[in-house]
């Protein structure tokens, strides 16, 4: 895997549409990148930029007076997590996510996906974004199929997209499907620690198999088990407008 990852970011190494660099580089979207190259805030090696340029390694780029270098260029990959693989930085986890990857830049998860669990997983090296993603306070939405150990009952159904007592608290109101015998699909816009599988359990359910297939515009689609790939523009252009508004206040969540 980290031979093809690792020609995949030789790759973004040749000349790119300034736009498009800024975007990548975590400043805005690719068309507020356009309102600012044309606004005459962004520079090019000390020149007026212009809108449709490309920008070769070594060109000095700034919005404003700052300077946005090939190396805060931003990384947000899309990975199908596999049952087994731990989110966690510690470097003594054998099966840590980033040993897992061994991805060239160094990235770190947006919300962990426990142990146990599996499915779509975000990685990036943009700490500003995690946090407008992931804040419970923005709202944004994270969907699962989720399979349990008995038939699922209307009764279940009602309380689970009602809010269960965990935690110290009530899971806020969700909406939630029943797409089988013993699996569900279910949408949270929260993630309190080992979520799903305590409701399951409060209401005296066990679950069986737990993968997300959504965040909030990006889905897991038919990636691999194990896979990785790079979110496409049109992926992150929408990302950047849905948490254009979010607070980026820090925080950490579990699913």
């Known amino acids: 895997m980290s031979n093809k990852i690792e020609q ?18 975590g400043v805005c979207s690719r068309r507020e990148a356009d309102r600012l190259i044309e606004s005459g805030r962004v520079s090019v090696d000390g020149k007026r930029a212009e809108t449709g340029m490309r ?6 780029v700034r919005v404003g007076k700052k300077v946005v270098s090939r190396q805060d260029e931003m990384i947000v990959l ?6 087994g693989i731990v989110c966690t930085e510690e470097k003594r986890e054998r099966n840590s996510i980033v040993r897992y990857l061994d991805y060239p830049v160094r990235v770190t998860y947006i919300g962990r996906l426990d142990k146990d669990s599996r499915g779509l997983l975000l990685m990036t090296n943009n700490g500003d974004i995690i946090n407008k993603m992931m804040r419970a306070g923005n709202l944004h939405e994270k ?21 269960v007592p965990i935690l110290d608290t009530v899971t ?7 797409i089988g015998k013993y699996t569900f699909q279910i949408i949270l816009t929260q993630g309190l620690n080992r979520q ?13 198999d737990l993968v997300r ?12 088990e194990g896979a990785v790939r790079r979110l496409t523009d049109e ?20 699913e």
């Open 143 to 163: 969907e699962y199929k989720v399979t349990v150990d008995k038939e699922i009952t209307k009764e279940f159904l009602e309380k689970m997209a009602g809010g």
């Open 55 to 60: 920008i070769l390694p070594g060109q000095v």
């Open 8 to 25: 995949e970011f030789q790759q973004k190494k040749e000349p790119v549409r300034l736009n498009k660099y800024l975007s990548e580089a």
């Open 235 to 254: 992926e992150l252009n929408l990302l950047y407008e849905q948490i254009r508004q979010s607070s980026n206040e820090p925080v950490r969540v579990w």
């Open 213 to 224: 297939t959504r965040i909030m515009n990006i889905e897991l689609g038919n990636l691999k």
């Open 172 to 178: 806020r109101p969700c909406k939630i499907k029943k």
């Open 78 to 83: 899309a990975v199908n997590k596999p049952v």
């Open 196 to 208: 799903i599988r305590r409701m399951c359990e409060a209401l005296g359910y066990q679950v069986k």
